[in-house]
């Protein structure tokens, strides 16, 4: 095959020099024109295995993505408390600017969290809290409200008398100690009776296990009250595994969108009550730390209840009573 020549006249070869040139340049590419990050930002997050927590790491992330000015490192602990010690460990040693902690546990996190804080890294807890006050910001709803608000819904529910199945989060986290003592309050002093109760560690396998044991002992079941939405749809599973979930009302807490407000609109659920994961204002206030700015030592997330009969309109702000 024969090539051929062609000759441009000097106009036009001084026009694809000029072209050649503005090619070569990055116009704005992010690789080539952003600015480094300003500071880093640790994440440890207790699992990825519930889907709310999931959603707490989507949420952080969505937030983060408008600020060039910050990188976010995640690490998953795998419901290791261990594992998440020696995460908290290795981000005071790498000198993080700031650390989001998600604890599995209380007790075992307290201490590696406090010895960073004391290194003068802040620290934001995030969701679960830990022992004592040696943190920046603890962020979070509130979970004794949300159990004690699911009391008072399942008393008027039933009429002020029936028999509970309580499927209990993991009990050594204070989210679960504080939904299962709001929920005792909510009922305290009714005809609602707890006839079996379990700790189901939040995971919906484990729900579902309980509730059938709990099914086999018990021929009157008037609602299950679930520490998430999980242990709710586990519960539910099992149920109309026995052909018995049209006896028996679901309640869940999470009110994830993709998840417990489906279960309510497909009518598996009863109610699910919101927990919002605290994702988003975890990057808006670790922003305002590393600015210099003062933030509370607290931040308390408003929360939604989620019926057959609101959850199309967006759910219902929590009431005390």
Sequence with gaps: MKTKTILLPAAGLAFLAAFSVACGKDHGSPA????????????SQCNLGEPWRVQMNQDIRSAAEGHPEIKVIYKDSQNDSLRQRSQIEEYASAGVDLIIVSPKEAAPLTAPIAAAYRQGIPVIVLDRRVLGTEYT????ADNVRIGKAAGHWALRKLGGSGKIVELEGLMTSTPGQDRHAGFREGIEGSGLEIVFEADMKWLEPD?????????????????VYAHNDPGAHGAFLAAQAAGREKDILFVGIDGLPHEGQVYVKRGILAA????????REAVETAL????????PREITLSSRVY???NVEAGG????DN
């Design 207 to 223: 729900a579902r296990r309980e509730m059938e044991s709990a099914l086999s002992r018990f021929p009157r079941i008037d609602l």
């Design 32 to 43: 080539s024109s952003a600015a480094p990050p300003k500071w880093t930002i640790g994440v």
């Design 307 to 309: 019926t057959p009969e």
């Design 137 to 140: 910001c603890f962020i979070g």
């Design 272 to 279: 699910s009550f919101e927990y919002p994961t605290g994702g």
């Design 288 to 295: 305002k730390i590393l600015s210099g700015e003062a933030v």
């Design 316 to 319: 219902e702000w929590l009431r």
